[in-house]
């Protein structure tokens, strides 16, 4: 039986992350692993912090009946009320219990939103560049993706947003500290994004992904979104600033000034089972509850994407330092970038276009390698560099 058609259309447009992950795979077959320089995907490569594995262990060991089966479907009261009291403290909101959703992570808690809120041909807008998988993230749920591209600082044009918004406009996702670009969004846009929200009669939701946001660098810290934009929905996930991306665990946060709160967490509750996720992890809800602060060390990564941008710099290319985030997105010395993806293949490295995040010209370099990786390969990109200039 052939698969269904809108999967076959989405198979050929599929990440390419996880294209050249596979590539990665087979060229270090082919060469040995010590010769290729993956910078494809953002899987943390340290452990979690200490903090986090002695509550697992507590929760483990402790004797709770009852803590494997079934909670209420948008998670444990009790760890949704320490969510809620966490959010609160850092927002000056009004969070309670009932406004959080615990979820299998921040991609989850994107699509639980998505589909409380969308009908057939409704718009998400997108700035660009994107998480890749956003567009298919819209699709799942019937919603049409409206793209945007950001100003030359990687920062959202409110403009250029507002030329957009359409009585079909649901929602506008944001990602900040972003993936790719590593930018981290200002509170004066996040203002004025809010401000324009606010002359709207029906204005769309913020969506506003957040699994980077403890990981900013340079001693900066990223604007609490929800304090910024009355009208948002935050999605978490502890990935990143834990190290756990595969234990996937996060939740959905609403806005307590969303108007019809209510409904809404009603809504995604029902998402949240209908879409098959039931519920997030038992065991690691208990665990968030007890160490829902901890973070992995953010001055490692920062040291290596000093120690990459700078290197690149010294041989030529033209690098902007992230500001956050697991990545550095850099500028490709010729406009084509699928092209350059190819001529560093050849050198035995692996980055990923910039063209999957919907922002040509450009390619997204992982940190979460080994210091060892990024020293070695920087002598490749050299000779990569060198190719260009022959053409």
Not at 217 to 231: F, S, T
Not at 277 to 302: G, H, K, R, S
Not at 327 to 341: E, H, I, M, W
Request: glycine share 8%; proline share 7%; with cysteine.
């Amino acid at each position: 039986m052939p698969v269904a058609r809108t999967i076959a259309q989405q198979l050929e447009r599929a990440s390419w992350i996880r294209r050249m992950f596979e590539e990665g795979a087979r060229l270090k077959q082919e060469r040995g692993e010590a010769n290729i320089f993956d910078f494809t995907l953002g899987n943390p490569e340290v452990e979690p912090p200490a903090q986090t594995l002695a509550a697992l262990r507590r929760v483990v060991e402790r004797d709770l009946p009852g803590r494997h089966g079934y909670m209420p479907n948008p998670g444990f009261p009790e760890v949704r009320a320490a969510m809620a009291e966490r959010l609160s403290r850092e927002s000056g909101l009004d969070y309670r219990a009932e406004h959080i959703c615990m979820t299998t992570g921040a991609a989850a808690a994107c699509n639980v939103i998505l589909k409380a809120i969308l009908d057939p041909g409704d718009e998400v807008i997108l700035l660009a560049p994107y998480f890749a998988e956003y567009p298919f993230y819209v699709g799942n749920h019937g919603g049409r993706t409206i793209v945007v591209d950001t100003d030359a600082d990687f920062l959202p044009d409110v403009e250029k947003i507002a030329a957009v918004i359409t009585k079909h406009t649901r929602a506008i996702l944001l990602n900040t500290p972003n993936n790719p670009s590593g930018r981290v969004y200002p509170a004066s846009v996040l203002r004025d994004l809010d401000a324009l929200l606010s002359r709207l009669p029906n204005p769309p939701l913020v969506i506003s992904d957040e699994p980077y946001k403890q990981l900013v660098y340079d001693g900066k810290k990223q604007p609490e979104v929800a304090a910024l934009i009355a009208n948002t929905a935050i999605c978490y996930s502890w990935s990143k600033a834990q190290a756990l991306a595969g234990e996937r665990i996060g939740f959905l946060a609403l806005s307590p000034r969303l108007p019809d709160v209510a409904q809404m967490a009603a809504a995604c509750a029902f998402a949240n089972r209908t879409l098959g996720f039931v519920n997030a992890p038992a065991i690691w809800q208990l665990v968030m509850a007890e160490a829902a602060d901890a973070c992995v060390d953010v001055t490692a990564y920062q040291h290596k994407r000093d120690v990459l941008c700078d290197g690149l710099a010294s041989v030529g290319y033209d690098v902007r330092k992230p500001e956050g985030g697991y990545y550095v997105f850099l500028k490709t010395p010729v406009p084509d970038d699928v092209a350059f993806v190819q001529l560093l293949l050849k050198q035995g490295v692996l980055a990923v276009p910039g063209t999957g995040f919907g922002r040509g010209g450009y390619i997204r370099l992982s940190l979460t390698v080994p210091m060892d990786t990024i020293e070695r390969s920087l002598p490749a990109f050299g000779r990569a560099l060198g190719e260009t200039r022959k053409i």
